[in-house]
């Protein structure tokens, strides 16, 4: 290997791309976090079982009754949000807006979990009950 | 005038021989089951070869072998999406090791490792203009960092060959 101060010198030089590389690599994953596919449906399920599947589309107010206690989701604008909830450490009303593929919303106590998902316009469910909306 | 004929029939041996070595190295690695649930995710170890031949025969003969060994790779084992997203792939990541060699300042591991990436960045790249969707992205940062570890580990090897293949295999005039 190279001796003395050129070889460490040398060295430098790779130490630095390598490490541009890497943050690089970061960047490219901040960039995918906050870059990431929208989801176009929120999937609720309470104690694993699913509640239902709501379009992120259309701006709806969700009663969930999970295990033990009560829970509001709202979407609006193509977000979910945990807009109240019953329970005492209040962590899924603290988590805020959920709209990319794969984020969710869960609420411990009452077993809740809300899912952002890509899923069939047939497999939506309105708070409504309304099958389809023609437009 | 003799002289360079014979250097010709020589290059071109040399050529052969290193597309054919890039081929066979395509073929085993295809052989080769892959650990990790991320389709494109490869050793590629392919680039023992592009590196090899970046460091003892220059640029443009590495892009040749390179571009070369995807075609007929390609057209004996894969489709033609496959050789477009190889092509880009191929092409970017031998684009910029030849621009990192030719800085003089880098060593042949950060050369590799450099290479790795931007191999795994055109296809990616490609990918996201055909399917038009940036959901990909996840997906290149797996590739960005799996691309770094393949190409440390290649260009490790390929220094090592690189120092004990001797250059005269690829230059100069057979000896008597």
Redesign the interface.
């Known amino acids: 290997m190279n001796n003395g101060k050129k070889g460490k010198k040398r060295f430098k030089n790779d130490f630095l791309l390598i490490g541009g590389l890497i943050i690089s690599g970061g960047a490219v994953l901040v960039l995918a976090l906050f870059n990431g596919h929208n989801g176009n449906s929120v999937e609720v399920r309470v104690d694993g079982e699913i509640q239902g599947i709501y379009s992120l589309s259309e701006n709806q107010t969700i009663e969930i009754n999970g295990t033990g206690g009560h829970n509001t989701l709202i979407i609006e604008n193509g977000k979910a949000l945990m807009k109240d909830a019953d329970c005492p450490d209040q962590l899924c009303v603290r988590q805020g807006e959920i709209s990319l593929k794969g984020q969710s919303i869960i609420c411990l106590p009452h077993k809740v979990a809300a899912e952002i998902t890509d899923a069939d316009n047939s497999d939506f469910k309105s708070e409504s009950d309304i099958d389809i909306i023609v437009k | 005038m003799k002289k360079k004929s014979k250097t010709n029939v020589r290059k071109i041996a040399v050529y052969g021989m290193m597309t054919a070595l890039a081929l066979i190295f395509s073929y085993l690695e295809s052989q080769i089951p892959t650990f990790f649930p991320v389709p494109g995710m490869k050793l590629g170890i392919t680039n023992i070869i592009v590196v090899l031949s970046l460091y003892k025969m220059g640029n443009g003969s590495a892009m040749a072998v390179n571009i070369l060994r995807i075609i007929l790779v390609s057209f004996l084992f894969g489709g033609p999406s496959a050789m477009i997203y190889s092509l880009a792939g191929g092409f970017l990541s031998t684009s910029v090791m030849i621009l ?1 060699k030719q800085t003089g ?3 042949v ?2 050369v590799s ?2 290479g790795g ?1 931007f191999h795994n960045v055109g296809q990616i790249l490609i990918a996201m203009a055909a399917l038009n ?3 990909i ?2 997906y ?2 797996v590739l ?2 799996t691309g ?1 570890a393949t190409g440390a580990l290649i260009g490790l090897l390929g220094n090592e060959l690189i120092k004990r293949i001797p250059d005269k295999i690829f230059e100069g005039e057979l000896k008597k």
Do not use: R, S, Y
């Open positions: 990192l300042k880098f060593k591991v950060t490792i450099a990436i969707t940036n959901g992205a996840w290149l940062t960005w960092f770094m």
